[in-house]
């Protein structure tokens, strides 16, 4: 009798014990497969990021351009208001350098 519930016991923990083992093995391959979706989400998101980041850069690159235009014909236009100012400063002593002489010859 003793015999009889040992092996029913052995049996019992057998049963179990491969009942346990199929639960790991499900549990593992579920967490390969959330693994394996979290890698590819990864990916994506990386992937996604990457491309975010090169669209901000060129369009860092336009504004930059932008501003180098803009600042190139600011540049030039106050060169020109700078030489047309020069040029009525030298006009205005010129006529200014004739009326003294004229006054003095």
């Not at 491969?18 to 593992?28: H, I, N």
């Not at 060129?58 to 540049?75: F, P």
């Amino acid at each position: 009798a003793l015999d009889a519930q040992i092996d029913a016991l052995d049996t019992n923990q057998a049963a179990r014990t491969v009942e346990s083992k199929r639960t790991v093995e499900v549990d593992l391959a579920l967490l390969e497969n959330r693994l394996e979706g979290a890698g590819v989400t990864f990916e994506e998101d990386r992937v996604a990021t990457q491309r975010a980041i090169e669209r901000a850069h060129l369009q860092l690159l336009r504004t930059l351009q932008g501003l180098r235009d803009s600042l190139g014909v600011e540049i030039v236009m106050r060169i020109e208001r700078e030489a047309l100012a020069a040029k009525r400063v030298s006009d205005e002593a010129f006529a200014l350098q004739e009326l003294l002489q004229g006054e003095a010859g």
